[in-house]
């Protein structure tokens, strides 16, 4: 079935050209460079200065560096410099761009014009994730928000930059195996076919956010693990195409070529626009560590900069541009542990683990990483406490909230019951975080208030005051 798509030899470098040349203009295809790119996020109160993060993005040897915004700031530092620059049109800002001309001229006027060319703008990515968001109204504004933003390029005749929306995983009904690729019916007819005519018209790219941490981790098994890092030593065979995997990457990958060729499109190039594996995590998630996250991202790394280029099964020899997320671990996010610890660097600008993101460096020259203790799920008991140096206004509100949830949450904690302390809040909170987390842990509750709250294996227990515990 492949074949029919893709001519699945390998292609030597002339063919190659000649392959490109036919699906696009040479101006597109000479910038189609494998320099990895960087997603550098903001959602952190101890980052470094713009100035600093640029810097280090530098002296990294980064090739691209994508923003979750169009910041002046960061639009101003990097003018002059090589690194091609990825912004992104805010979700909330999509309706109004689409139902108006003269708004998308505006904001290309505003965040495009005031630093190009001599900031070196190649992609404008209109919203982040909009088919993950629970807020519909926005999808069908999507398409048309990205022909509102084209038109006013191409009509101050600019033709090097692409115009995409990043997506992620969950616009698939199915991908396993690749072969059986496939869109969700609610946005098959209504956004992804108006949305890859868009791309395949205007030549540009399908961005996709891809991360085999999430599927390994919801099933992780040692084999597995070495699949998503890409170093199995065996391999899959997708029994309708027949093709051979040997990662997960590419096994993902593949299942948007298909999805795509199943309504016709058989040429639209994929960029990666977020990839990489947390380096921590909270106790009950499976695997997160550096050894992991700086194995996944050396390999990566090794691949997408192979030459000739590696593609993947349903098309070698292809480069696919790949954004690395995240700069830093971001300390603002919401969420899960691992939402927070992405990062390639700590706030000081010191690396968290050793990498070339040249990719030039073997893999044998970096020292040993430290051993990860995490690849199994952890089973046994864990509470959920008030994290290190928290603040004690905020954690007044979380308790109150936490004593709310759920029933007698917080009784042990009244006057004259086992656990009451008078004057700790610090006690009190833990225990209600404990408690609200018991109850609510296997209905999607998480330990995390806001950041005030973690998880421990140890028992905050004492005395007669039993501190309630979820059981992994
Ligand atoms: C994609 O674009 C190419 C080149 O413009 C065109 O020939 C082809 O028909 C398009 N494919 C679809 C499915 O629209
Ligand atoms: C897949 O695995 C088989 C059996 O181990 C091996 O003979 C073959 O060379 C592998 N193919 C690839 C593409 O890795
Ligand atoms: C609270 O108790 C009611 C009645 O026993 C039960 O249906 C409900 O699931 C409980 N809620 C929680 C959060 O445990």
């Given at each position: 079935?492949?074949?029919?798509i893709?001519?699945?030899?390998?292609?030597?470098?002339l063919?190659?050209?000649?392959?490109?040349?036919?699906?696009?203009?040479?101006?597109?295809?000479?910038?189609?460079?494998?320099?990895?790119?960087?997603?550098?996020?903001?959602?952190?109160n101890?980052?470094?200065?713009?100035?600093?993060?640029?810097?280090?993005i530098?002296?990294?040897?980064?090739?691209?560096?994508?923003?979750?915004?169009?910041?002046?700031?960061?639009?101003?530092?990097?003018?002059?410099?090589?690194?091609?620059?990825?912004?992104?049109?805010?979700?909330?800002?999509?309706?109004?761009?689409?139902?108006?001309?003269s708004?998308?001229?505006?904001?290309?006027?505003?965040?495009?014009?005031?630093?190009?060319?001599q900031?070196?703008?190649?992609?404008?990515?209109?919203?982040?994730?909009?088919?993950?968001?629970?807020?519909?109204?926005?999808?069908?504004?999507?398409?048309?928000?990205?022909?509102?933003?084209?038109?006013?390029?191409s009509?101050?005749?600019?033709?090097?930059?692409?115009?995409?929306?990043?997506?992620?995983?969950?616009?698939?009904?199915?991908?396993?195996?690749?072969?059986?690729?496939?869109?969700?019916?609610?946005?098959?007819?209504?956004?992804?076919?108006?949305?890859?005519?868009?791309?395949?018209?205007?030549?540009?790219?399908?961005?996709?956010?891809?991360?085999?941490?999430?599927?390994?981790?919801?099933?992780?098994?040692?084999?597995?693990?070495?699949?998503?890092?890409?170093?199995?030593?065996?391999?899959?065979?997708?029994?309708?195409?027949?093709?051979?995997?040997?990662?997960?990457?590419?096994?993902?990958?593949?299942?948007?070529?298909?999805?795509?060729?199943?309504?016709?499109?058989s040429?639209?190039?994929?960029?990666?626009?977020?990839?990489?594996?947390?380096?921590?995590?909270?106790?009950?998630?499976?695997?997160?560590?550096?050894?992991?996250?700086?194995?996944?991202?050396?390999?990566l790394?090794?691949?997408?900069?192979?030459?000739?280029?590696?593609?993947?099964?349903?098309?070698?020899?292809?480069?696919?541009?790949?954004?690395?997320?995240?700069?830093?671990?971001?300390?603002?996010?919401?969420?899960?542990?691992?939402?927070?610890?992405?990062?390639?660097?700590?706030?000081?600008g010191?690396?968290?683990?050793?990498m070339?993101?040249?990719?030039?460096r073997p893999?044998?020259?970096?020292?040993p990483?430290?051993?990860?203790?995490?690849?199994?799920?952890?089973?046994?008991?864990v509470?959920?406490?008030?994290?290190?140096?928290?603040?004690?206004?905020?954690?007044?509100?979380?308790?109150?909230?936490?004593?709310?949830?759920?029933?007698?949450?917080?009784?042990?904690?009244?006057?004259?019951?086992?656990?009451?302390?008078?004057?700790?809040?610090?006690?009190?909170?833990?225990?209600?975080?404990?408690?609200?987390?018991?109850?609510?842990?296997?209905?999607?509750?998480?330990?995390?208030?806001?950041?005030?709250?973690?998880?421990?294996?140890?028992?905050?227990?004492?005395?007669?005051?039993?501190?309630?515990?979820?059981?992994?």
């Amino acid at each position: 079935m492949h074949k029919i798509i893709y001519n699945s030899k390998k292609m030597g470098p002339l063919a190659l050209f000649f392959y490109c040349f036919s699906l696009f203009v040479l101006s597109t295809c000479a910038e189609i460079s494998n320099k990895i790119g960087i997603n550098y996020g903001q959602l952190g109160n101890n980052l470094p200065s713009k100035y600093d993060s640029i810097q280090f993005i530098k002296s990294m040897k980064a090739g691209r560096v994508k923003i979750y915004d169009a910041n002046p700031e960061i639009l101003k530092l990097l003018s002059g410099t090589k690194l091609q620059v990825s912004i992104m049109v805010p979700n909330h800002e999509i309706i109004s761009i689409a139902s108006q001309q003269s708004t998308a001229d505006q904001w290309v006027q505003n965040n495009v014009l005031a630093y190009y060319p001599q900031t070196m703008i190649r992609f404008i990515l209109v919203g982040n994730e909009v088919l993950s968001s629970p807020d519909k109204k926005i999808w069908h504004h999507l398409v048309p928000a990205m022909r509102r933003i084209k038109n006013s390029l191409s009509a101050q005749n600019i033709r090097n930059i692409k115009v995409g929306t990043p997506l992620a995983m969950d616009i698939f009904q199915a991908t396993y195996p690749p072969s059986n690729g496939i869109f969700r019916s609610d946005i098959s007819d209504s956004v992804m076919i108006p949305l890859l005519q868009f791309l395949n018209h205007t030549r540009s790219f399908f961005f996709i956010d891809v991360y085999p941490y999430f599927p390994w981790s919801a099933n992780p098994t040692i084999t597995g693990l070495d699949y998503a890092l890409f170093r199995a030593t065996s391999n899959y065979t997708d029994p309708v195409s027949g093709l051979i995997y040997t990662n997960m990457l590419d096994q993902m990958l593949d299942s948007l070529v298909f999805a795509m060729a199943r309504l016709g499109f058989s040429n639209i190039r994929i960029v990666i626009a977020e990839t990489g594996w947390p380096n921590a995590g909270d106790i009950d998630e499976v695997g997160a560590n550096t050894y992991n996250a700086a194995t996944y991202n050396r390999n990566l790394i090794k691949r997408m900069t192979t030459k000739p280029a590696l593609g993947t099964p349903a098309r070698p020899g292809l480069v696919i541009p790949t954004f690395i997320f995240s700069l830093y671990d971001e300390n603002q996010k919401t969420g899960r542990g691992t939402e927070r610890h992405w990062g390639l660097l700590h706030p000081s600008g010191r690396p968290i683990y050793d990498m070339d993101i040249t990719g030039k460096r073997p893999l044998s020259d970096y020292k040993p990483l430290p051993v990860a203790h995490n690849n199994e799920p952890y089973k046994g008991k864990v509470w959920c406490v008030v994290a290190k140096g928290v603040d004690l206004m905020e954690l007044g509100r979380a308790l109150t909230y936490a004593c709310g949830e759920g029933n007698e949450t917080c009784a042990a904690l009244a006057p004259g019951r086992e656990c009451y302390e008078p004057l700790s809040v610090f006690w009190h909170a833990s225990f209600a975080f404990s408690s609200y987390w018991a109850q609510f842990q296997t209905k999607g509750g998480i330990c995390y208030f806001n950041g005030l709250a973690q998880q421990t294996t140890i028992n905050p227990s004492r005395g007669r005051c039993k501190f309630p515990s979820v059981t992994l």
